[in-house]
T-cell receptor, first 112, second 113 residues
């Protein structure tokens, strides 16, 4: 059974700092890995999708990597801004059913 | 209107009420999903529909009844809920069931008294 864990649960950093959010999963037979952002009381916004055959994806200041052998994914945020404050969720797809298994999220606060 | 929309955004109901949540996607997708987000728990998949056919029921109690009349609309009918069913209910869609990015709606915040 696939389980997804995110560390840390919460993170507070000063503006401008580079930071890394961690995600680990128990089943290396993961098909793909997605990172989402969730603002308080809102739905999820997809940030990056890493397909099974890929090792990383980049979008602007965000870079996500996937290492299936070690069961880990990281989300790197460069030059953090107060607008980056949100909860970041990683989710893995086991099998080809589209079923996403979510971690509990990392709540990020970027202080001006 | 674009993307995935959900109504109502907030709902308060008693345990004996019957209500329905509505989701609509304007993306031309063929797969739709219901998720439940409870406080301090990971998002949980409830149901998956592909081309209007339910393809997954993730051990959800029968007091939750989904309906997908067409590929653009998804409903979640609620009856005789419990206070522990209070949560944020999120709808999502993707081009096809499988490995595509899922696009989420804003959710319905449900409170059961």
């Amino acid at each position: 059974k696939q389980e997804v864990t995110q560390i840390p649960a919460a993170l507070s950093v000063p503006e401008g700092e580079n930071l890394v959010l961690n995600c680990s999963f128990t089943d290396s037979a993961i098909y793909n890995l997605q990172w989402f952002r969730q603002d308080p009381g809102k739905g999820l916004t997809s940030l990056l999708l890493i397909q099974s055959s890929q090792r990383e994806q980049t979008s602007g200041r965000l870079n996500a990597s996937l290492d299936k052998s070690s069961g880990r994914s990281t989300l790197y945020i460069a030059a953090s801004q107060p607008g980056d404050s949100a909860t970041y969720l990683c989710a893995g797809t086991s099998g080809n059913t589209g079923k996403l298994i979510f971690g509990q999220g990392t709540t990020l606060q970027v202080k001006p | 209107e674009t993307g995935v929309t959900q109504t109502p955004r907030h709902l308060v109901m008693g345990m004996t009420n019957k209500k329905s949540l509505k989701c609509e996607q304007h993306l031309g997708h063929n797969a739709m999903y219901w998720y439940k987000q409870s406080a301090k728990k990971p998002l949980e998949l409830m149901f998956v529909y592909s081309l209007e056919e339910r393809v997954e029921n993730n051990s959800v109690p029968s007091r939750f009844s989904p309906e997908c009349p067409n590929s653009s609309h998804l409903f979640l009918h609620l009856h005789t809920l419990q206070p522990e069913d209070s949560a944020l209910y999120l709808c999502a869609s993707s081009p096809y069931r499988g490995l595509d990015t899922q696009y989420f709606g804003p959710g319905t915040r449900l409170t059961v008294l």
